[in-house]
């Protein structure tokens, strides 16, 4: 049966007591939603309607996917509401499953289990036990175990509320059957809302059988609503990406302090150290060792390369066997091939730098191409920008870069070129030759510090 998706993400989340709307509010450093859109993707959908209304159009506009089929909800006037503004572009044979936007966590196998218990005269409903269920939608069961209704907690009576049982909101039914039932809901209750959950009540009326399957825990159908419950399932998130990499043998030296907001590729016998943060996608071949304080951001490291403690990588390719800080920073376009070594205080932006060379201190390495084995001395610089344009520098294969040395872009150093200390060269150095420039020492007789007035 085809599935469709309708996920909920109208709501306002004033207790949020942001501007941003909530689902857009960001975990893992991506918006609610798009967490939720995932799942529905991992289950091949075959197509996602999401209802948004609070925030206008900067719900789409964050999430503009062609994929995506957007219905707004003008005002919000509860759950079986908003699902109706989606049901008009929903196929009558589909198989509906409906999500919330604040609800990031479900897993996909769970999601598929829900899917599952669901048919043509099954109403499946994803529920959870809590240890304290105060606020939500309680499930009600007959003698039989048999679900008959689910009873909001503010409508619901002392005996009522102590069941342990909650709704998620969670469910997936027959489109067809939906459409009926919600043409026959009201909004007669103490919220004056239209209850999703009152088609429940609908499908025992038709004879159907109502099933409630139980999420594996409570993280897992955790809502978001404030800051506190978004930084709750912030450490859900990330204790789970966490065990993911240690199940395929990466080490953590501590689970808690690893924060991977994106796919990360892993090879075997990874070290990762303390306060480490992983943004976009990120590889990391064989042996490869993370030092602590680390940002990698949609980076590509080779085998046994080693990044000290305090570098930030962005967009960056790394060799194999390369050695890069501590409080180096890589920036878009930085490509270094095998053995290349990246020193402290060493920035490098859209250049490349070849195998075996080095820039051990206090450089800046930027839209050049470095050759192989080159030495670039402390405090050199790629005079790069002239205010209005960048230019290119190139060092050929076997150049030693003195140390203080500026290099005024446009300009070529030739292979096994030296260039002295303290130079600023303008014109392109020959190849083999030690090229330098100086301007003249001189010593001022007579001269006296200036003193302060008292």
């Not at 302090?257 to 590729?265: I, N, Q, T």
């Amino acid at each position: 049966m085809r599935l469709s998706v309708v996920i909920l993400a109208a709501g306002q989340g004033k207790r949020m007591q942001s501007d941003l709307p909530k689902v857009l509010q960001p975990l893992a450093g991506r918006p609610l939603l798009g967490h939720v859109i995932d799942s529905a993707r991992a289950i091949g959908a075959a197509e996602i309607h999401v209802v948004y209304g609070h925030g206008g159009e900067r719900v789409p506009e964050a999430l503009h996917d062609d994929g995506l089929r957007w219905a707004f909800q003008a005002e919000q006037q509860g759950t079986g509401h908003a699902v109706m503004q989606a049901m008009p572009g929903v196929p009558a044979e589909s198989m509906i499953l409906i999500l919330y936007g604040d609800v990031p966590l479900v897993r996909p196998d769970t999601l598929r289990r829900l899917i599952e218990t669901a048919g043509d005269k099954t109403l499946a409903v994803l529920s959870v036990r809590m240890k304290d269920p105060t606020g939500y939608g309680r499930i009600v069961r007959d003698r039989g175990g048999r679900v008959v209704r689910i009873v909001e907690h503010k409508d619901a009576t002392p005996k009522e509320r102590r069941i342990d049982e909650v709704n998620t909101g969670l469910m997936a039914v027959p489109a067809a059957l939906l459409r009926q039932w919600l043409g026959r809901i009201s909004n007669d209750n103490a919220q004056g809302e239209f209850y999703l959950t009152d088609v429940v009540v609908q499908a025992v009326k038709d004879g159907l059988t109502i099933e409630a399957v139980i999420a594996d825990s409570e993280e897992e159908v955790l809502g978001v609503n404030d800051k506190q419950q978004l930084a709750e399932v912030e450490a859900v998130n990330r204790r789970r990406r966490a065990e993911q990499l240690m199940a395929q043998g990466v080490t953590l030296v501590d689970p808690a302090r690893l924060d991977a907001r994106g796919p990360v590729e892993v090879g075997r016998d990874v070290y990762i150290d303390v306060n480490v943060v992983f943004e976009g996608t990120v590889k990391l071949g064989d042996r490869v060792r993370i030092g602590p304080n680390v940002v990698l951001r949609n980076c590509v490291i080779g085998a046994d390369t080693e990044i000290f403690p305090s570098c930030v990588l962005d967009d960056a390719v790394v060799g194999e066997r390369c050695h890069v800080g501590p409080f180096a920073r890589l920036r878009p376009g930085a490509a270094l091939d095998d053995e290349v070594h990246i020193g402290n205080f060493v920035e490098v932006k859209k250049s490349r730098i070849k195998r075996g060379a080095k820039a051990n201190h206090l450089s800046y390495i930027g839209d050049a191409t470095v050759g192989e084995r080159v030495n670039v001395g402390a405090g050199t610089i790629c005079c790069n920008y002239d205010g209005a344009n960048k230019w290119p520098t190139e060092i050929g294969n076997g150049a030693f870069i003195g140390s203080g040395t500026m290099l005024v872009a446009p300009v070529k150093v030739g292979e096994n070129a030296t260039i002295g200390a303290g130079s600023t060269i303008t014109r392109d150095a020959p190849p083999e030759k030690l090229t330098l420039e100086r301007s003249k020492q001189v010593t001022l007789e007579g001269w006296k510090r200036p003193v302060k007035q008292k």
